[in-house]
T-cell receptor
Framework: AQRVTQPEKLLSVFKGAPVELKCNYS??????LFWYVQYSRQRLQLLLR??SRESIKGFTADLNKGETSFHLKKPFAQEEDSAMYYCALRAGFSGGYNKLIFGAGTRLAVHP | DAGVTQSPTHLIKTRGQQVTLRCSPKSGHDTVSWYQQALGQGPQFIFQYYEEEERQRGNFPDRFSGHQFPNYSSELNVNALLLGDSALYLCASSQSGTRGYTFGSGTRLTVV
C-alpha cells in the first residue's frame, strides 16, 4: 500500500530552536518525495523535493530508504516558519502519471 | 501569470444537490488534477485529466466526475451531495512529462 505518515499533528518550538518534522512512507517502488508548505491564508506550495537535494529557507530533508523516512529539518526555527507542512509521495510517474499521496500534515508553531 | 485559478472560492449546497467547481490551469500547463482536503487531513487525489480524458483516478465514487476542455481548463462535478463531501477542493496543474505541480487556492464546499 502507498501511504505517507506524519505522526505529529502539532509541533511547537521556540524561535532559534532546531526543528524536525517527521515523515515516513510506504511504497513498493522507487519513491519520489516532497515537502509542501501552506502558510496562513496562502495556497499549498512546494518547499523541496528529495531529488534536488536542495536547501530552501534553511530547510533540508534527506531520503532514508532503509528507514523509509523523509524528515524535514531546520537548525534554527524562525517565527515566519509557522505554517502547515505536508509530506507527499509521488506514485507512478512513469508514463507521465503524476498522482501525489499526502500525509495528514504537521502544524509548526514557532513562538518568540 | 495568474497561476492556477479556481472558482468559486466558497460554496454552500444542500444535501442531495449537485455542484460544479472550475479550474483554469497555469499558462503552459496541460494537465489538471483534483484533490479533496477534508478538515484536518492532507489532500486526497480524486482524478487527473490530460488531453480531455481522465487519465488516473483515486478512490472516489462515481458521483465525482470531471471534464477537461480544449483550452485545458477543467470542471469537477459532484452529484447527490453528502454531508461528508464538505471539504476544500484543490486543483493542481502541471505540464505533462514534468514533475512540477502548481496548486490553486481551492474551493471550500460546505454541504448542509
Amino acid at each position: 500500500a502507498q501511504r505517507v505518515t506524519q505522526p505529529e499533528k502539532l509541533l511547537s518550538v521556540f524561535k532559534g530552536a532546531p526543528v524536525e518534522l517527521k515523515c515516513n512512507y510506504s511504497y513498493s517502488g522507487s519513491p519520489e518525495l516532497f515537502w509542501y508548505v501552506q502558510y496562513s491564508r496562502q495556497r499549498l506550495q512546494l518547499l523541496l523535493r528529495h531529488i534536488s537535494r536542495e536547501s530552501i529557507k534553511g530547510f533540508t530533508a534527506d531520503l532514508n530508504k532503509g528507514e523509509t523516512s523523509f524528515h524535514l529539518k531546520k537548525p534554527f526555527a524562525q517565527e515566519e516558519d509557522s505554517a502547515m507542512y505536508y509530506c507527499a509521495l509521488r506514485a507512478g510517474f512513469s508514463g507521465g502519471y503524476n498522482k501525489l499521496i499526502f500525509g495528514a500534515g504537521t502544524r509548526l508553531a514557532v513562538h518568540p | 501569470d495568474a497561476g492556477v485559478t479556481q472558482s468559486p472560492t466558497h460554496l454552500i449546497k444542500t444535501r442531495g444537490q449537485q455542484v460544479t467547481l472550475r479550474c483554469s490551469p497555469k499558462s503552459g500547463h496541460d494537465t489538471v488534477s483534483w484533490y479533496q482536503q477534508a478538515l484536518g487531513q492532507g489532500p486526497q487525489f480524486i482524478f487527473q485529466y490530460y488531453e480531455e480524458e481522465e487519465r488516473q483516478r483515486g478512490n472516489f465514487p462515481d458521483r465525482f466526475s470531471g471534464h477537461q476542455f480544449p483550452n485545458y481548463s477543467s470542471e469537477l462535478n459532484v452529484n447527490a451531495l453528502l454531508l461528508g463531501d464538505s471539504a476544500l477542493y484543490l486543483c493542481a496543474s502541471s505540464q505533462s512529462g514534468t514533475r512540477g505541480y502548481t496548486f490553486g487556492s481551492g474551493t471550500r464546499l460546505t454541504v448542509v
